[in-house]
Every structure is written in structure tokens, then in C-alpha cells.
């Protein structure tokens, strides 16, 4: 088993986290209000004090390799994403993690995880054969919805079957998840009311102009996995 030692510190040393420690406190108190957790319940998740968690987020301070493992599963992010690093590259380059433990995920577990994040890859047969394309997107209704173009590739007829996929993978740890919709595209018909329904989560194309068309993708099934190295000895009791 690897000890904590080994897990933990590499990350710290790749993504440069002692020399812009200030950066760790901004990205944490921002991710944190993007899930409208309080500093209360964000500490009981990761074990540690809110006081802490205040600290770690007003001052330029410098996070032990421990506690950031902690705070950045409770906030259901990677540590290098926590630390600002892994933009630049691929994921996925890393070694596989000492026994590894595979699971599926849970329907529920799915939708909470789709629920988290902005951008996805919509998976369509073309004329060309299958292909898949990333769009930004929100959960509305319990569907995916995103705006696109009458024209665009990601635009295709009404009732067309499709999937969509989300990850989120952790170099630094070998561990990741994977959610997948089997679904059906719909075009929406009254897009004002969507919008009045999608709030603040109303989905922003990156691509920018006229993107006026709003489709659904309905899911039929839902399925996920999720793949993490073995427990640290001390979170033994966490993962039973």
C-alpha cells in the first residue's frame, strides 16, 4: 500500500502549489460558493475546522498535502484542478494507482455529478460514422440541455438517439469517475420558458454568437463507474 508520504506530495510538487500558495485559497472559496456550500459544511465534509477553511481561503497559506486531499474530494474536484495545474495537458498520462477500487455508480450518484459540471461530449452518428463533440451544458428538468445553432453538426433532427458523457480524472491520484446518457435529442419548443426555468444555469456556448436553438437530450438510462486508488490508512473508517 502506498503510504501518504508518496500519494500526496507528488501532487503538490508538480502543480507548483508553494509558489502561488494564495492561488489554492481563491480557487477553494470559489469552487465552494459555486456548490453553495458553507466554510461550516464544507469542513464537517472534509473532517477539518471551518476555522481552517477561513483561514485557507483569506491567507496567502500554505496547505499541508493531507488536508488538500480532503478538501478537494469533499468539494468533488481534483487536487491538480484544486492547484491550478493539468489545463495544459491531457489527462489520463499518469499510472495506474496501487489497488485500485472499481465501482458503479448509483443513478442518483450520476445525476448529482452531472449536475456539477459545464462542459460535456454529445455523442452522434454522422455521415461520417460516430463522432462526438464537447458542448457546454446545463441540467434542467433532469436533462441535459444546450444551445446550439439550426445549422451545426450538434443540431440534429428531432427524436435522433444520442449519448453524452462526463468525467473527471486526478493525475496526480489515479482515480476518476465517468458518467454516460443514453438518451434521445429534443428540440425545445419554448425556449423563453426554458430559460425562466434554467435560472442562473442557463447554458453559455463558449463558441459565442447566435446560438438560439435549444435542445434537450431526454436520458432513457444513466450509468456511471468510478475508479480510486485503496484507501489511505486513515480514511478507513470514511470508506466502509
Known amino acids: 500500500m502506498m503510504s501518504d508520504e508518496r500519494a500526496e506530495k507528488p501532487a503538490v510538487r508538480r502543480t507548483g502549489a508553494a509558489a502561488r500558495p494564495g492561488d489554492v485559497g481563491r480557487r477553494l ?27 485557507v481561503e483569506e491567507r496567502p497559506s500554505d496547505v499541508d498535502a493531507r488536508t488538500l486531499v480532503k478538501l478537494a474530494r469533499a468539494l468533488d474536484i481534483t487536487v491538480v484542478r484544486l492547484l491550478g495545474g493539468g489545463p495544459g495537458a491531457p489527462p489520463g498520462p499518469g499510472r495506474a494507482g496501487g489497488a485500485p477500487e472499481f465501482s458503479s455508480l448509483t443513478e442518483e450518484e450520476c445525476r448529482r455529478l452531472l449536475d456539477r459540471h459545464g462542459i460535456g461530449r454529445l455523442a452522434l452518428t454522422t455521415p461520417d460514422g460516430p463522432a462526438a463533440f464537447p458542448v457546454n451544458y ?6 441535459v440541455v444546450y444551445r446550439t445553432r439550426p445549422d451545426a ?23 476518476g469517475w465517468s458518467v454516460l446518457i443514453a438518451g434521445t435529442v429534443r428540440h425545445v419548443a ?7 426555468e434554467a435560472g442562473d444555469t442557463e447554458p453559455e456556448p463558449w463558441a459565442g454568437g447566435p446560438r438560439d436553438l435549444w435542445i434537450r437530450i431526454e436520458p432513457r438510462k444513466i450509468t456511471g463507474r468510478r475508479i480510486r486508488a485503496s484507501p489511505y490508512p486513515s480514511d478507513q473508517s470514511d470508506a466502509a
Not at 470559489?30 to 481552517?52: K, N
Not at 446545463?138 to 436533462?143: L, R, S
Not at 453538426?153 to 482515480?175: K, L
Open 29 to 55: 472559496a470559489r469552487r465552494r460558493e459555486q456548490m453553495g456550500v458553507s466554510r461550516e459544511e464544507l469542513g464537517r465534509r472534509a473532517g477539518v475546522a471551518p476555522e481552517y477553511v477561513r483561514y
Open 138 to 143: 446545463a441540467v434542467i428538468g433532469g436533462d
Open 153 to 175: 453538426v450538434v443540431a440534429p433532427p428531432d427524436g435522433t438517439p444520442a449519448g453524452f458523457q462526463v468525467d473527471q480524472i486526478d493525475d496526480a491520484f489515479s482515480e
Open 190 to 196: 419554448d425556449p423563453a420558458a426554458l430559460r425562466e
